[in-house]
């Protein structure tokens, strides 16, 4: 993969000590920052651009040759019918919507007056700049085209306005723009966009172009109505499982339950008798059955008879892989992400050690792919954030060029992170090469889960040294874990080793702390197990335990944790505000509580954005949690879309409540023992609390959103159970046993419980 | 063979006893908007409605409807409930992902049109077996209030207070 060279005034920092000034100035973090500061140079720089490039004649010819396509973006037909392409995938972070508002705010349209489009796979047009490729992923989308896409509205609508004012020869400042049409107050002259398509396509690019003062803004910054939700209403928006190719049959699939085993062989003689079965395929490490429906394949699939070699992870459990990453923790070569200072030599010292689990991502749009291979070309429909990796991908596996490759991306139904890897869409290439007719792949739910490429689990230990005031003189994180990026893009690993990921939000802390060390030892998991970006990445995991820990340090000083928090912002005003603020609204110094009812706090400075986060949780005596209300500060800077931010963070916490009550996949003989939402849960309904919003107002650019809420959401938890329980939770997901008030309290729960035991209606 | 009644024609599948009714659907007749998530009646992104009650049609055989008129969400919007809940859906803007959406909209359809003004209880009841992963639960609840109450519900909670001190 092509990574992004470094914009003229990125300069690479040492790995030791990064430059905390020059990452807030440039609004990045996450993956983005994992990239950029691999500090690559020489390589092509794939960052889009907002005027004509060498590959838009073939792209624009390609998308119905509309008269005036001034970039990769703008498609406008001479009826004055506006297409927006999109650079990004949606799959329901609202982007589509958001990147619509920066283009229509430039190129003067109103939102009911475009229409969307999936950009195809291109590389040189469609590139995220903060990535360096086709990529939607790590909280960048917004960030990244903030500037580009606003400028590429500003090129066309300035063409349109030079091609106006050469037909009425006047000078084109006298003209304005409203919803798709030039007007020349002057003469009272107007012409719609369509009838300047032509003209304004025949013109050379325009050299810099105004963007409009923020203050003229008419769109961005308002809550506006996503554009993809009225056919997802009514139910006819096309996700990747519902496209229908003439001639295609159904396939569903199963790979050796263990990590790296093989097929030896199957028995189907029961399948081939299932009526609508069509073929049996195999693989090296799965089967499928292809049928004219999903029933008969899965039918045919659940009636076969298979051998697997189960090979040499068939007697690995969680148990061992969490005993051998804290033997490395101990044992292993850490890599300094970050140091400051020296640690004293006197002071309390305070330690603690974290676990973090495996995680599935399970989109509710189980994997599939639709694949049509034919001698000339390979066809593929599927929803993927990673469009070009998938060409890429099937071009190695059928041998054909990367151009007959044609990838039609979808709507995704979810994909935080699970659709940044390409492997079922390979599966699908592979099992479509051996039949001549398209089939649809599509994984049941039990196949997703236990064949997810999970986020890595990890063991960190962590310390601080408090002063006579309890003050944090030092503080010291040491990371051991898998590495996504080591696998994922290894060119864009640090010099010395450092999966930047896997410190962000923990090297660089909203406090401040005079002295300190974090430091990653990297573990990977044995052959087969792959470690995949989970929703929020490096800082769901470390925000996690570097804000449950400060926590630790508040009770060990004896002060409250708003307090505590205070005192260490007094040189960061932006999250002080945010921290006042949520405290503020939640009422955290005047509500009295009962008993085994908490409010805990987590603080952070994820993607560029600012959020702090209170939690209201009531534990049962019998260890039950009942969310009963979250309120969240946010400063994200510049909002586009204030509903989408609202519903990005209620969704992110949500997402990151549900794994932090629920989820945690665990490995048996080899093989995930997890199979669908009664093991894996998730949260429901009836467990939401009320989730608030407060915004603090920025004219800064803005910050990332769509992992904001998911990375906040579990030390806050974790810091509210603490608050009613007295008991610190240092792993997750939350462990109930360890949250039961007495023995007592289990035996009223069952003396409670009503006679007959009523049957749950919703079953 | 059997008929199927659904969204008000009359539609003969071939198709075996124990086909799950989502499969045919989606599989058979090509009506798509009804999802599959989890194949258990663990998640209700399949639910339809079989004679105006909310069911989860993954598990449900085709061999077990008999005439029973079927409703999906291509056709909820012809029902008062069905029309009230899609359009408190865009007010509020519930949607995320959108995949699971169909099914919401189903189960809350099916809640209003035998219970006009839910409780707070009696949504998490109707609603507590549809999975939500991009977690639009708090917006979800506001549109069946809405669609219930006809009244807007303040569900935009962001609120400007102040500008951010200098960094």
Known sequence: MKLHEPQADVVPVADTEVDVGRRSALKL??????????????????????????????????????????????????????????????MGQGIYTGACMMLAEELGVGMDQIKVEHAPPNEELYSMPLLGGQITGGSTSTRGHWEVLREAGAVARTMLVTAAAERWHVDPSTCTVARGTVSHPGSKRTLGYGALAKAAGALPMPGKVALKDPKDFTLIGKPLRRIDSVDKVKGVTQFGIDVRVPGMKIATVKACPTFGGRLVGINDKRTRAIPGVIAVLQLDGAVAVVGEHFWAAKQGLDALDIEWDLGDNATLSTAKLREALA?????????????????????????????????????????????????????????????????????????????????????????????????????????????????????????????????????????????????????????????????????????????????????????????????????????????????????????????????????????????????????????????????????????????????????????????????????????????????????????????????????????????????????????????????????????????????????????????????????????????????????????????????DALKRVIADSPAGGELDPRA | MYVLNVNGERRSVDVPADMPLLWVLRDIVGLTGTKFGCGVAQCGACTVHLDGRAVRSCVLPISAIGDKPVTTIEAVGKSASGQKVQQAWLDIDVVQCGYCQSGQIMSAAALLARTSNPSDAEIDAAMSGNICRCGTYVRIRAAIKQAAGGKAEVLQTIAPTGSAGAP
């Open chain 1, 327 to 743: 033997d490395k923790s101990i044992g292993g070569t850490p890599i300094v992400a970050r140091e400051v200072g020296k640690k004293p030599t006197d002071g309390k010292l305070v330690e603690a050690v974290y676990q973090l689990p495996m995680l599935a991502h399970a989109t509710m749009e189980p994997l599939n792919t639709t694949v049509w291979v034919t001698a000339e070309k390979c066809e593929i429909w599927v929803g993927t954030q990673v469009p070009t990796r998938c060409v890429a991908a099937a071009a190695r596996i059928t041998g054909l060029p990367e151009q007959k490759i044609v990838l039609h991306n979808q709507y995704l139904g979810g994909g935080f992170g699970r659709r940044l890897e390409s492997d079922s869409v390979e599966q699908a290439v592979h099992l479509a090469k051996q039949v001549r007719y398209p089939i649809k792949v599509i994984w049941t739910r039990e196949e997703d889960i236990r064949h997810d490429i999970v986020r890595p689990m990890y063991h960190d230990r962590i310390s601080a040294l408090l002063d006579s005031h309890g003050r944090p003189v030092w503080y010291g994180d040491r990371i051991t874990g898998g590495t996504v990026l080591g696998r994922w893009a290894p060119e864009a690993m640090g010099k010395n080793g450092l999966d930047d990921d896997t410190v962000e939000c923990a090297a660089q802390v909203p406090y401040d702390i005079p002295n300190l060390k974090v430091e990653w030892v990297r573990h990977d998991m044995p052959d087969g197990l792959i470690v995949g970006w989970w929703r929020g990445v490096g800082p769901t995991h470390n925000l996690f335990v570097v804000e449950s820990f400060m926590d630790e340090l508040a009770h060990t000083a004896g002060k409250d944790p708003l307090e505590y928090r205070r005192a260490l912002l007094q040189k960061n005003p932006r999250s002080l505000a945010l921290l006042n603020l949520a405290a503020e609204k939640i009422g955290w110094s005047s509500n009295a509580l009962s008993a085994r009812v908490g409010r805990g706090i987590a603080l952070g400075e994820p993607f560029g954005s600012r959020v702090c986060l209170i939690v209201e949780a009531e534990v049962t005596p019998q260890g039950e949690v009942l969310l009963r209300r979250a309120v969240a500060a946010l400063d994200c800077g510049i909002a586009i879309n204030t509903s989408s931010v609202e519903a990005q963070v209620q969704g992110g916490l949500l997402f990151g409540l549900s794994a932090a009550l629920y989820s945690g996949i665990t490995i048996k003989h080899g093989a995930i023992e997890q199979s669908n939402f009664h093991d894996y849960r998730s949260l429901r309904i009836n467990e939401t609390p009320l989730v608030e919003l407060h915004r603090i107002e920025s004219v800064e650019p803005p910050g990332g959103l769509g992992e904001v809420g998911t990375a906040i959401a579990a030390p806050a938890l974790a810091n509210a159970i603490f608050a009613a329980t007295g008991v610190r939770l240092r792993s997750l997901p939350v462990d109930r046993a360890a949250l039961v008030q007495n023995s």
């Open chain 1, 29 to 90: 973090s996450g993956l983005a920052i994992a990239f950029l500061w691999a500090g690559t140079s020489g390589t092509v720089n794939a960052a889009i651009n907002a005027r004509r490039q060498p590959g838009d004649a073939a792209a624009a010819a390609a998308d119905g040759n509309p008269p005036f396509a001034p970039n990769a973006f703008i498609r406008i037909e001479a009826d004055g019918s506006v297409r927006l392409v999109m650079p990004n995938v949606e």
